[in-house]
Each structure stands twice: as structure tokens, then as C-alpha cells.
């Protein structure tokens, strides 16, 4: 069974930063693109990001660019979001998710997700 579980999220403050984890498990992390979306109260998903099965390459929302790193460990099935200069506008709930090749939009499988909450 296919699983994604993220963590790591909570309250933090404005400039502050956070680093997510989504654990995996059921498939072999290393044979897909991961990527990252968020979505905040009252509004749509949001893509954020992605990277490729090897090697690192990472993509970025453009305005998210400079404060967004995504890496990956795939010998440990784990996939990570690290976000700086957090403002209260990045306040959403993150899920990751596994891109089978069509894009996130058309993704089967995404975790849960985990709640941050940008606030003093």
C-alpha cells in the first residue's frame, strides 16, 4: 500500500523557518518525481514544487523561489521541504505527493497533510 505521510509542521514565527518531512512507503521512492503542494484556508491547491527521482533538480513556484528547498533521501524513503523567511501568508496546510507522470494535478497519491501556521 502506497503511503505518504507528512511531518514537522507546527507554529512558527514570521522569519522563521520549518523543515517538513514526508515519509514514504509501498513503492520505490527512487522511480518518481516528488513534489509539494500546499493549500491555504479558503483557498485552492497550490503547487510549490518539485524534484526529480535523481540527481536533485529541483523546480519552484517562481514567487516562492530563494525561500523553497526540496530534497530527498530515497535510501531512506523520505522527502523534505525546507522553508525560510516564513511569512503569515505561507500559513496552509503542506502535503507532498508522487507525481506518476502526469503532473500533481493528476496524481493518485498524496499524504494527509501537516499544518503550518506563520504567526507571533
Known amino acids: 500500500e502506497v503511503q505518504l505521510v507528512e511531518s514537522g509542521g507546527g507554529l512558527v514565527q514570521p522569519g522563521g523557518s520549518v523543515k517538513l518531512s514526508c515519509t514514504t512507503s509501498?513503492?520505490?521512492?527512487?522511480?518518481?518525481?516528488m513534489y509539494w503542494v500546499r493549500q491555504a484556508p479558503g483557498k485552492e491547491v497550490e503547487w510549490i514544487g518539485d524534484?526529480?527521482?535523481?540527481?536533485?533538480?529541483?523546480r519552484y513556484k517562481d514567487s516562492l523561489k530563494g525561500r523553497l528547498t526540496i530534497s530527498r533521501d530515497n535510501a531512506k524513503n523520505m522527502v523534505y521541504l525546507q522553508m525560510d523567511s516564513l511569512k503569515p501568508e505561507d500559513t496552509a496546510v503542506y502535503y507532498c505527493?508522487?507525481?506518476?507522470?502526469?503532473?500533481?494535478?493528476?496524481?493518485?497519491?498524496r499524504g494527509q497533510g501537516t499544518q503550518v501556521t506563520v504567526s507571533s
Open positions: 509501498g513503492f520505490i521512492l527512487f522511480r518518481y518525481r
Open positions: 505527493g508522487r507525481d506518476d507522470g502526469g503532473g500533481w494535478k493528476t496524481s493518485n497519491y
Open positions: 524534484i526529480i527521482p535523481y540527481g536533485g533538480t529541483t
